[in-house]
């Protein structure tokens, strides 16, 4: 047993914070352990389990799961100004509600930080936040490559609980996905450049109990991945689940 007056201040902190997952089933909080070294006193080694940032900060929550799926779909992690991270969604113009969604999640998330919202063209603009957090909470990190690169995917964390994975689906859905009408009948879709993406969008819709149809697509030399549902009552009822909408 480790004593907590040996442990320097930063994993006293990291140790201190993790009494608030009480609630939390522990299956999923020690598959996100990370194993910290730091230093005793003594200057001898301290190896310790160290819960992870993102799941500690924010209980698991939703809203933090939705922005997730909303920042695979259309986010970018960059650091322009060389110190803190930025995480920019780009949005229609098309889709306001959906933009203020978007918005107000991340002020419940960043309430002490700006959420701006950046005009591009007459037709789309980016929404931004800057935060040190970022790094922790999003599932790739700043430069090291495109999301498709670091194969950027829904976190565990996330996987392992039902509510978080439908909060996750609804962001990816909502920016990667699209209803539409296939010989009258309505359809819903995933499509992505990351097949690991895409089959995590297939096992969730999969715990929800719906039958996804998985396809590869070659689009102009560009493969994608495709999850798509067919039955009208599985559609019907993912979208009153997830309370999809973009107008």
């Known amino acids: 047993m480790i004593q907590m007056s040996r442990l320097p201040a930063r994993v006293k902190k990291t140790v201190r914070d993790a009494k608030v997952l009480k609630s939390v089933d522990h299956a999923a909080v020690m598959e996100l352990v990370d194993m910290g070294v730091s230093k005793s006193p003594a200057g001898n080694s301290v190896r310790v389990r160290l819960p992870p940032a993102a799941p500690i900060a924010l209980e698991f929550s939703k809203t933090l799961a939705y922005i997730v799926g909303v920042a695979l779909g259309d986010g970018n992690l960059s650091r322009p100004n060389g110190r803190a991270t930025r995480l ?3 949005c229609d113009a098309k889709y306001p509600r959906l933009a203020a969604e978007i918005v107000s999640s991340l002020t419940t998330l960043f ?3 700006k959420v701006s919202k950046v005009e591009r063209t007459s037709t ?3 929404i931004s936040v800057y935060s040190n957090t970022l790094d922790s909470l999003m599932p790739w990190s700043v430069g090291a490559g495109p999301k498709k690169v670091q194969v950027a995917r829904v976190p565990g964390w996330i996987k ?3 509510h ?3 909060a996750c689906l609804k962001g990816l859905l909502q920016t990667d996905g699209c209803i539409y009408q296939d010989r009258g009948y309505q359809m819903l879709s995933f499509t992505n450049n990351t097949r690991e993406l895409a089959e995590d969008v297939q096992e969730i819709f999969e715990k929800m109990g719906v039958h996804p149809r998985f396809a590869s697509v070659n689009n102009g030399g560009f493969q994608k991945f495709s999850v798509r549902l067919a039955r009208a009552e599985e ?3 993912v979208i009153t689940i997830l309370s999809l909408h973009k107008t």
């Open 88 to 90: 920019r969604i780009t």
């Open 111 to 113: 309430p002490k930080n």
């Open 124 to 126: 789309y603009f980016d």
């Open 160 to 162: 392992n609980d039902l």
């Open 164 to 166: 978080l994975s439908k």
């Open 235 to 237: 559609v019907k009822r």
